[in-house]
């Protein structure tokens, strides 16, 4: 039996549920897997999944296309493990940037001089940016980053005025609160995201376990196919498996019935393609991405660093007031090189 670690992109949620199902029906065991979730909540967020992964600390990741992008376009790139993803969680974007209704900020453009609760992920506060200029504003706000688990609270507080959340999660809790919010998607404001969440792996694990993340993937997407067949039995086995898991762990990470029985059957509809299939990730869907960042000027060399050292990091306010360092050619990142579906069941 293989020992495998998945590292989760946020606690336990319906996004997640598939993996859960397939755990709890035995799928991992009959691919000879044993399925170790190691969710963010453990260290307080202070490792990202990418940088568990890349540290060979976990054999599959959860995260977003930019951070896929961001691994192959580090200028220290060369000296880390390639990450590749090998399937798509999600085949719709259902995250929205969000403030409060009764704030009066009902438009991407009015969020000029606000403060934005911020996860400090690569190109995030640069893509909210261009969102606000996309809607007619200047960009101009205040990036910050509380701790990462906290950040919804921020805007359920009023501490913060916007931030960025997945629909069919914190979404249906601000519903069940009674938190009016205004939802602002970025397709509608002209910004062509890219897939999230993904999963990652490394890519020397493709190579030398193939087999592994086959029987991995095998049994992941059954866990969806159920998850997407049986939303409302799905709710009942992800509420009561990642509840044992999380059990003493604190309210940063605790499960609410309700939110998962109202938000799965939401989620659920996300999880396959047109043609029924779980994980299929489409080139063009990446390429219009990448080309969007390069086109606003989003694909450069800084990164964001709360020590920023100037030639090759800035702070999350400098980014946004232009320290971004080199534009990165388009024609050096391919997408062919940052995901693959050769591994997912026919």
């Given amino acids: 039996m293989a020992v495998v670690q998945l590292a989760l992109d946020w606690t336990p949620n319906t996004n997640h549920t598939g993996f859960y199902v397939a755990q709890s029906k035995g799928w991992y065991e009959a691919e000879k897997i044993k399925l170790e979730v190691v969710s963010p909540h453990i260290s307080g967020y202070k490792d990202t999944p990418v940088s568990l992964l890349t540290q060979d600390k976990v054999h599959f990741a959860i995260a977003p296309s930019e951070s896929v992008i961001s691994a192959h376009t580090l200028q220290s790139a060369a000296d880390k493990p390639a990450v590749q993803a090998i399937a798509t969680v999600l085949q719709q974007d259902t995250s929205a940037i969000v403030t409060r209704a009764d704030s009066g900020i009902d438009q991407p453009s009015k969020l000029d001089g606000k403060r ?8 995030e506060g640069r893509i909210v940016q261009q969102l606000i ?31 960025w959340i997945f629909e069919g999660w914190e979404g249906i ?35 030398e376990s193939s087999d592994l993340v086959k029987g991995f993937l095998r049994a992941t997407a059954k866990g969806f196919q159920f998850a997407t067949d049986h939303p409302e039995e799905a709710a009942m086995i992800f509420f009561k498996q990642a509840s044992q898991d999380l059990q003493g762990t604190g309210p940063s990470a605790e499960l609410h019935w309700e939110q998962v029985k109202a938000s799965q059957p939401y989620v659920s509809k996300h999880y396959l393609s047109k043609e029924g299939k779980w994980g299929t990730m489409e080139s063009d869907r990446w390429d219009k991405f990448l080309d969007w960042l390069s086109e606003t000027g989003l694909l450069t060399s800084k990164l964001q660093s709360r020590q920023p ?38």
Avoid at 116 to 123: D, W
Avoid at 188 to 201: A, I, M
Avoid at 313 to 340: C, E, H, N, W, Y
């Fill in 173 to 207: 809790e601000a519903d069940q609160k009674n938190v009016a919010l205004n939802r602002f998607r970025l397709a509608d404001y002209g910004v062509p995201y890219g897939y999230t969440p993904l999963l990652l792996t490394r890519t020397d694990t493709l190579r």
């Fill in 133 to 163: 200029r996309n809607a007619g504003g200047k960009g101009e706000f205040e990036e910050f980053t509380p701790p990462k688990l906290g950040i919804w609270n921020t805007i359920l507080k009023g501490e913060a005025d916007a931030t």
């Fill in 309 to 346: 050292e100037s030639s090759t990091t800035s702070s999350l306010m400098g980014l946004l007031k232009g320290d971004v360092g080199d534009r990165i050619p388009r024609s050096s990142v391919q997408s062919s090189a940052m995901f693959s579906n050769a591994y997912l069941p026919n």
């Fill in 116 to 123: 934005y609760a911020s996860y400090g992920a690569r190109y």
